[in-house]
């Protein structure tokens, strides 16, 4: 079964923006997508969140790099359901300091079988990490697994 992956809007921004420190976590990411090892899920919410790429100046040339980067195949969309709808308004009641947007992303993330949500919203979203839904979401930053990108055996030799 292929890992699925949760993205916040944010991690988005930060890949599109090839924000120096998170850049070579987020490519790595991606490029397991692309060889079909991981699935990136998001809402579609996320398409309205995800409106310009910090450090590119043509609004024409920002809004093309979003929508060909979200047209990528490993990237899934979850709708804005009634289930997403009624379990975020769950979420919003029950976990103080959570927002609707951020509600809509856990929502989405439970609803879509993913593994993990990744998020850079360090203030908001990670504390509630394992504490929402059944079975509990993980709710991390983007990280390599052990603490340290894999070895390229192509440097090595």
Known sequence: MIERIYWDANVFTYRLARRPDCIQILEHITDRAERGEVEIVTSTFTL????????????????????????????????????????????????SGIKPKDAIHIASAIRAGASVLHTYDGNHLIPKSGKIGKPPLTIESPSWKNGQPPLNMEEIS
Not at 59 to 75: G, S
């Open 48 to 95: 309205v969140e995800v409106c310009k790429i910090e450090g590119i100046d043509d609004k024409d040339e920002q809004e093309r790099m979003i929508a060909e980067f979200f047209e990528n195949p490993y990237i899934l969309l979850q709708q804005v359901d009634r289930y997403v709808a009624q379990t975020s308004r769950e979420i919003i009641r029950n976990f």
